[in-house]
């Protein structure tokens, strides 16, 4: 049997949590992307498949911060920070947390904790 690669165990982790997962207008799910160098989430309403709010390292107020690398854990933690004030703005308190088949480590994990810390509840 061959071993699986990478990604391919990331896309299976992937698929076995997104089976249990599913945000509603009332607990919408707080999904996360983690590229190599970057990392994007987003508040979506899965009933009426739509992106209540978003945020990534790309962002004009991030790339703006010269001191902040977008690969890193300081910039994943603003985003998750960005992420929440721009939910709570919009009402929402309550999140599922769909962490995308990465790992709960490292940038994933500083932007959970982040979002928590800023008043979403997950």
Known sequence: ?????????????????????????????????????????????????????????LEKELLSDSKVNASTCAASAVVGELLAKRALDRGIKQVVFDRGGSLYHGRVKALAEAARKAGLTF
């Open 1 to 57: 049997m061959a071993t699986l690669s990478r990604k391919q165990k990331t896309q299976k982790r992937h698929k076995r949590l997104r089976r249990g997962l599913s945000g509603t207008d009332q607990r919408p799910r707080l999904a996360v992307f983690r590229s190599n160098n970057h990392i994007y989430a987003q508040v979506i309403d899965d009933i009426a498949q739509n992106t209540l709010c978003s945020a990534s390292t």
